[in-house]
């Protein structure tokens, strides 16, 4: 039996790529990039110098490849519609020519896949950064979850416009890179983690302003710092939460050595494995395409005519993913293994029935951005847990605080990702529209964080935490728990409806958050 051959094309912004890969390795690939004149990327410009390019470049790719392809394989989202579009009328055409089947994938996901198949990750948490593009992924039953992403753009976006603003060409990640080494100083910028997620916008914006006052060396260097910790930190949270001991790093972004190195400490300061694929593979490119077609092939994936309509908003969970037999390593976030745990955070210790909760160095963190964290976190926490049980919400006693310590009631109590019901949802959802009520908001809602003991839930692991009335603000903190049902337990739809019906119930103001959580949701992809 022959080598099946796929075609496989990439085109969802600047870069135009068709490759042909065989289950070994790339055959051939050819590229077009688009560069604009100035500012960033014209949605329009780009389509048309995707269909001034297309002919010759998947000519040259056939022509070079020598060899009859199988299918052929188009990215048909998440992406600019005019530059999908485009594609897709190429792809249509040339697998009707061709007589072979259609398969339209996922463009986030073909990153994850490329990414495995040219290193030995096997089940990562994956970091998956790129202009459009920021979320922390990972696999479970038969999908792609995302545990965390930007809440408004893609970090490549973020540095490009920041570039932008202060003279530098395109492409502006690069030169900023480049710029940060020559720095001699850290200049704070806004540091915005909330739960699983990140935003940007208000960094990047912070960063011009510095730019009118300080060297810029020293603005590139703190905003690569500030963002790039946001990002390794969400990921640490995500590989906590769900045990697995492998990180895989995707994207375009990815080139960057600084996150790189960021990602390797962090990595070996829990002992698990980083993984990342070779340059030409990091940015879009036809390989990945052509790849995750060839997996979708083998497993009986046909996209019709009908059906290869593009998605511009293609999220990657959205994909049933049956082309692999990963084993899903994912195991329970650890507890009081013996008298010791650590979380993404902090190190547990357990004396008598006293936590004593250490927040750790991290080492891939700038010691100004750390020990600042550190101790903002330390202090909230404690005055925020206290709050919360004056609220009526339960939550352990406090006993002594330090700068960088807890000491607190032990709660031997069960996770509620272990014993999840909607009628235990609907509870956790009392228990947050009576905290929102009191403008406290809990920053990092999992159902790693609320655990249930004697017929009583507790919220714990207030590390995130702060007051604040908007209708953002709780709509943001609602949407990171909503986000954990869906990555983390199969019957989600449930558990939502259970947690509104709950929420509604003690906070006056439900229907406006749950209207500002589907806004929330649509944030931070491709318009």
Known sequence: ??????????????????????????????????RPATGGIHPREAAQHHANHITKVISETLEKGGRKVDAVAFSQGPGLGPCLRTVATAARALA?????????????????????????????????VSGANSQVLAYRKSHYRVFGETLDIGIGNALDKFARSVGLAHPGGPKVEELAKKASQYIQLPYTVKGMDFSF????????????????????????????????????????????????????????????????????????????????????????????????????????IAESKVNPSFRPDEAVVRWNQIVDTSGDKPGLQGKIASGAEAMITL????????????????????????????????????????????????????????????????????????????????????????????????????????????LIDFGLAYLDKTVEARGVDVHVLFQTFESTHEFHEELIEAFKKGYARTFAGADEVMGRVKEIEGRGRYA
């Open 96 to 128: 009707l020519s061709l007589d072979v089947p259609l398969i339209g994938v996922n463009h986030c996901i073909a990153h994850i896949e490329v990414g495995r198949w040219k290193t030995q990750a096997l089940d990562p948490v994956t970091l998956y």
């Open 201 to 304: 916008s208000g960094l990047t914006t912070a960063a011009q302003e510095s730019a009118k006052k300080y060297p810029l060396p020293d603005v590139c260097h703190s905003f690569q710092e500030t963002a790039f910790a946001m990002l390794v930190e969400v990921t640490e949270r995500a590989v906590a939460h769900t045990g697995k001991c492998e990180v895989l790093l995707a994207g375009g972004v990815g080139a960057n050595l600084r996150l790189r190195e960021m990602l390797t400490i962090m990595c070996e300061d829990r002992g698990i494995d980083f993984y990342v694929p070779e340059k030409r593979f990091m940015g879009d490119n036809g390989a990945m395409i052509a790849y995750l077609g060839l997996l979708m092939y083998k497993s009986g994936y046909r996209t019709t």
């Open 351 to 458: 004396s008598g029935n006293t936590i004593i909760k250490t927040r750790i160095l991290k080492q891939y963190r700038l010691k100004e951005i750390d020990e600042t964290l550190r101790k903002e976190r330390t202090r909230s926490e404690a005055r925020l847990i206290s709050e919360a049980r004056r609220c009526g919400v339960p939550t352990p006693i406090i006993r002594d605080v330090t700068d960088f310590e807890i000491k607190m009631e032990y709660i031997e109590g069960t996770a509620l990702k272990k014993m999840i019901t909607p009628s235990l949802t609907e509870h956790t959802g009392e228990l947050i529209g009576r905290l929102h009520t009191y403008g406290i908001i809990h920053g990092d809602l999992t159902t790693s964080n609320i655990l249930f003991k004697d017929g009583k839930l507790y």
């Open 1 to 34: 039996m022959s080598e099946i051959s796929i075609l496989g094309i990439e085109g969802t912004a600047w870069n135009l790529s068709a490759a042909i890969v065989d289950e070994k390795d790339v055959i051939v690939e050819t590229t077009a990039t688009y």
